[in-house]
């Protein structure tokens, strides 16, 4: 079945640091591929999605591509904030609409 | 505009009690998802409405959980006979349009049961 794995966390960062967070899928067919956060104290929140093979999406300085070659479609930020502390979950919603969620990465930057 | 709402944000329950989660979703979106999310873990799948009708509930761990959504809007999910095993954080979400669309979470539901 489908299936996200991704980096194990948590993930510690100085202020302005460049982040990754990697995430690979097993998957049949063309899954559309996402990234939510979740900050302390709040729900899941939709952080930027990619729908096919090459595509980048984007959002608040962050940035992930999807990679069919690979099966990827790794986080990225070039500066990290410390408003970005947060939890990050990769996911994937495959042909049978069945939406999978990877473990989750802490990420904690500090000033 | 508003959110996903859920209520209770926190409940604890003696082993064998009933318990009973509130889900509102967002105003006119379509479809509605559950999820239970244990501690250090991703959500996992429980259930999934279009409107009023249970399309698929594969992910329900056992004949102890029920969910139901009688008008299409609010939803509630029920665990009878809780057990500790059932302690995790119960995550509700919305869809404008069938399950291939992004959803959107509310704040969840922690469960604990003792």
């Known amino acids: 079945g489908n299936s996200v794995t991704q980096m194990e966390g948590p993930v510690t960062l100085s202020e302005e640091a460049f982040l990754t967070i990697n995430c690979t899928y097993t998957?049949?067919?063309?899954?559309?591929l996402f990234w939510y956060v979740q900050y302390p104290g709040e729900g899941l929140q939709l952080l930027l999605k990619?729908?096919?093979?090459?595509d980048k999406g984007s959002n608040k300085g962050f940035e992930a591509t999807y990679r069919k070659e690979t099966t990827s479609f790794h986080l990225e930020k070039g500066s990290v904030q410390v408003s970005d502390s947060a939890v990050y979950f990769c996911?994937?919603?495959?042909?049978?609409?069945?939406?999978?969620f990877g473990a989750g990465t802490r990420l904690t930057v500090k000033p | 505009g508003a959110g996903v709402s859920q209520s209770p944000r926190y409940k604890v329950a003696k082993r064998g009690q009933d318990v009973a989660l509130r889900c509102d979703p967002i105003?006119?979106?379509?479809?509605l998802f559950w999820y239970q999310q244990a501690l250090g873990q991703g959500p996992e799948f429980l259930t999934y409405?279009?409107?009023?009708?249970?399309?698929?509930k594969s992910g329900l761990p056992s004949d102890r959980f029920f969910a139901e959504r009688p008008e299409g809007s609010v939803s509630t999910l029920k665990i009878q006979r809780t057990q500790q095993e059932d302690s995790a954080v119960y995550l509700c979400?919305?869809?404008?349009?069938?399950?291939?669309?992004?959803?959107?979470f509310g704040p969840g539901t922690r469960l604990t049961v003792t």
């Open positions: 996911a994937l919603n495959g042909n049978n609409n069945d939406m999978r």
């Open positions: 979400a919305s869809s404008p349009r069938d399950r291939s669309y992004e959803q959107y």
């Open positions: 105003s006119g979106h379509v479809s």
């Open positions: 990619a729908t096919k093979a090459d």
């Open positions: 998957a049949t067919g063309y899954p559309s």
């Open positions: 409405f279009q409107n009023e009708a249970q399309l698929d």
